[in-house]
């Protein structure tokens, strides 16, 4: 796929989930309609779910076509949940063990924010790490037929768990799919030659280029246990070569933003291919996220 992560764990922690009953579900009922935003760099769907004190928000991203998305959730219900927390997309959906970020929504409260999910049944943190594409002839996209049997996300801790009543979740992830392809036009590429292409843009040296980009984590925020991520769009030639890098801070950070652009331009690709099997200028999305375990 276009969406690569790559990962950097500053210090390993474990938590064990609390063996106890679970309390019946907090259910938080949808209070808006979704929320489509067509922003320059990204697309997000949004929507509203819970009034006063239980009003909370949920907030799908993307930042190109893919098949996993950014999820944030954030609200009171949400408060007391550490990064310990599982997170399920049901009924059909398996449970994911990923940490995710803990944040604020402004005017909302706490968040728990995933750098990336996708709809498969179950992953864990090193499953979901290696992001590693099984396509390669063909747009990623989110998987519609899965969403089609998800009608709500629910976190749980121990005893607690919050679920948000999302309803089928196919027709909004159908619009996120489509406003992720015509974000394409927006880098100056031809968002009709990728609908058609053959083969996606493949990294031939990211192993070595994850490994420099590593060693930039800033001490001043390794010291200050400060976590965040960064996402970089690259421009591909038909050559393989990068023509363009551009980074967008995902998370708020005064020490994290890192000079990864020199490294990536030294990164080198399998040019994608159009339909009729030439080489073509195309784009990778990599995600560079800097954690506490």
């Known amino acids: 796929m276009f969406r690569t992560t790559i990962c950097f764990a500053a210090l390993a922690a474990a938590g064990a989930q609390d063996a106890a009953a679970a309390e019946p579900a907090t259910v938080l009922p949808a209070s808006s309609s979704?929320?489509?935003d067509y922003a320059e760099q990204s697309c997000r769907l949004a929507r509203t779910f819970g009034e006063g004190e239980g009003r909370s928000v949920v907030f799908f991203t993307q930042h190109g076509p893919g098949d996993s998305f950014e999820l944030t959730l954030a609200g009171e219900?949400?408060?007391?949940?550490?990064?310990?927390?599982?997170?399920?997309?049901g009924p059909i959906g398996g449970t994911w063990k990923i940490r995710p970020f803990r944040g604020d929504v402004e005017g909302v409260g706490p968040a728990l924010i995933y750098s990336g999910l996708d709809l498969?049944?179950?992953?864990?943190?090193?499953?979901a790490e290696?992001?590693?594409?099984?396509?390669?002839?063909?747009?990623?996209?989110?998987?519609?037929?899965?969403?089609?049997?998800?009608?709500y996300i629910e976190v749980s801790q121990g005893r607690r768990r919050v679920r948000f009543a999302t309803g089928t979740l196919d027709k909004p992830f159908a619009a996120l799919n489509a406003c992720?392809?015509?974000?394409?036009a927006e880098w100056g590429l031809d968002a009709d030659q990728h609908r058609s292409l053959t083969r996606i843009v493949d990294p031939t040296n990211m192993k070595l280029i994850a490994s420099r980009v590593g060693r930039d984590y800033p001490a001043a925020a390794l010291h200050k246990g400060e976590q965040g991520i960064i996402r970089a769009l690259l421009i591909v030639g038909a050559d393989g070569r990068v023509e363009r890098c551009t980074l967008d801070n995902a998370t708020n950070s005064e020490t994290l933003p890192a000079p990864?652009?020199?490294?990536?331009?030294?990164?080198?690709?399998?040019?994608?291919?159009?339909?009729?099997?030439?080489?073509?200028?195309?784009?990778?999305?990599?995600?560079?996220?800097y954690k506490m375990g």
């Open 180 to 184: 992720s392809v015509d974000l394409i």
């Open 120 to 127: 498969a049944e179950e992953q864990d943190e090193e499953e």
């Open 34 to 36: 979704w929320h489509l």
């Open 260 to 289: 990864a652009c020199r490294v990536l331009d030294d990164a080198v690709f399998e040019p994608a291919l159009d339909s009729q099997g030439q080489p073509m200028r195309s784009f990778y999305i990599t995600k560079i996220v």
């Open 77 to 89: 219900p949400l408060d007391r949940f550490s990064p310990n927390v599982a997170i399920q997309f």
């Open 130 to 151: 290696e992001d590693v594409a099984e396509a390669r002839d063909s747009l990623p996209a989110i998987d519609i037929h899965r969403a089609k049997g998800m009608d």
